[in-house]
């Protein structure tokens, strides 16, 4: 089974930095796009950013597009998210999630960490 694992959440002020890193293990990383998604408390679970198998391609939803970069290192098996400018409505529980053909939203992504908690203070 794939297994993945996030970490570097925390609390950061508005306009600060936070970098995110999703471990991957039990599968064949290379053969995953792998994307970031977010969930405030009260409502839906919203797409952040992903990239493909290569890293060749990536995509970010609007509120995040100037900001966030997402990266991988298929060496490592790990992906990170390296969060700048960070606002206030940036506040959520981020997880990452893997799968053969996902892209900008859930369809795609079968296997799904745990989360990591981002607090931006104002």
């Known amino acids: 089974q794939v297994q993945l694992v996030e970490s570097g959440g925390g609390l950061v002020q508005a306009g600060g930095s936070l970098r995110l890193s999703c471990a991957v293990s039990g599968g064949t990383f290379s053969s995953y796009n792998v994307g970031w998604f977010r969930r405030a408390p009260g409502k839906e679970r919203e797409f952040v950013a992903t990239?493909?198998?290569?890293?060749?391609?990536?995509h970010y939803t609007d509120s995040v597009k100037g900001r966030f970069t997402i990266s991988r290192d298929n060496a490592k098996n790990t992906v990170y998210l390296q969060m700048n400018s960070l606002k206030a409505e940036d506040t959520a529980v981020y997880s990452c999630?893997?799968?053969?053909?996902?892209?900008?939203?859930?369809?795609?992504?079968?296997?799904w960490g745990q989360g990591t908690q981002v607090t931006v203070s104002s």
């Open positions: 999630a893997a799968g053969l053909s996902g892209w900008d939203g859930i369809i795609g992504y079968d296997h």
């Open positions: 990239i493909t198998w290569s890293g060749r391609n990536t």
